[in-house]
C-alpha cells in the first residue's frame, strides 16, 4: 500500500473472508457491522487501520438483509466489504447488500454508492465587448438602435 502514490483513489472490494465485529475504529470501522469478529477480521481490521482505509459496510445502518453478504447451512454473515481511501471518504453516499442478484454464488451483491463532483467546463462569453461612445455623435445609429431597445 506504501507503493501507491496518496494522491490516488483506492477501492477495495471482495470477499476477505473476515468478519470484522462492530467494535468502532474512528474513521476505519463504524457501529453497523455485525456483532462477531473473527482472526480474519482482526487482521482486516488491524490493515485497514494502519493503512487509513474505511471499511465502508459498517457506517451505515441497514436492516440485516440488506447487512448480511454470506448465507449458507443456516449461518448469516458480513465477510465480503467494499473498502476506500480517505480521499473517498466523502464521496461515499452508502454501502448495503442486494439479494436477488442473478449471480450463481452463496454471496450476496455489494453496492456501494458514489457521488463524484462534475467539473463545469468553463464557457467564456463570447459576446461582442466592445465599447462604443454613443453620446459624442460619432455612432449615432447605435445610439438610435438602443433607444429603439428601451
Known amino acids: ?21 462492530n467494535q468502532p475504529i474512528p ?9 462477531v469478529k473473527n482472526y480474519n477480521g482482526a487482521a482486516l481490521r488491524d490493515f485497514c487501520a494502519f493503512n487509513k482505509l474505511k471499511v465502508t459496510n459498517s457506517f451505515y445502518r441497514h436492516k440485516d438483509i440488506h447487512k448480511f453478504t454470506w448465507k449458507a447451512r443456516g449461518t448469516m454473515s458480513v465477510i465480503d466489504y467494499i473498502i476506500i481511501n480517505d480521499r473517498l471518504k466523502s464521496n461515499i453516499e452508502d454501502t448495503r447488500v442486494f439479494r436477488g442478484s442473478e449471480i450463481d454464488s452463496n454471496h450476496k451483491l455489494v453496492e456501494s454508492k458514489f457521488k463524484f463532483p462534475t ?9 461582442d465587448k466592445t465599447i462604443y461612445k454613443i ?14 431597445l428601451l
Open 1 to 21: 500500500m506504501d507503493k501507491i502514490p496518496k494522491k490516488e483513489n483506492i477501492i477495495l472490494a471482495g470477499d476477505f473472508n473476515g468478519r470484522i465485529g
Open 135 to 148: 453620446r459624442d455623435g460619432t455612432n449615432s445609429h447605435i445610439f438610435l438602435a438602443y433607444n429603439k
Open 27 to 35: 474513521e476505519c470501522i463504524g457501529t453497523y457491522g455485525e456483532q
Open 119 to 127: 467539473h463545469a467546463k468553463h464557457s467564456y462569453n463570447k459576446t
